[in-house]
């Protein structure tokens, strides 16, 4: 099974190498009994660039959504 670990933004090139931001992140703390991934969902408090682009074009949202927190425990 695949499971997401995390949500980047490329923010550009730096010396020939792509420069990520983590905007979401799953954190693992353990296994359950059945053998599953246990952990956190976090936001890193990181603002992606490309929603002032989505904003000019009508997108909205909570202001808060990118607050740095654990958004889930699973």
């Not at 792509?18 to 246990?38: N, P």
């Not at 969902?41 to 009508?58: A, I, Q």
Request: negative net charge; aromatic residues 12%.
């Amino acid at each position: 099974h695949r499971r997401i670990l995390q949500i980047s933004e490329i923010q550009g090139v730096k010396d020939n190498a792509y420069v990520m931001k983590d905007v979401f992140l799953f954190s693992q703390t353990g296994i359950d009994e059945q053998g599953r991934a246990v952990g956190t969902f976090s936001c890193t408090g990181e603002r992606p660039f490309c929603l002032t682009r989505m904003e000019r074009y009508g997108a909205t949202w909570n202001e808060d959504f990118f607050t740095e927190r654990v958004l889930k425990e699973v």
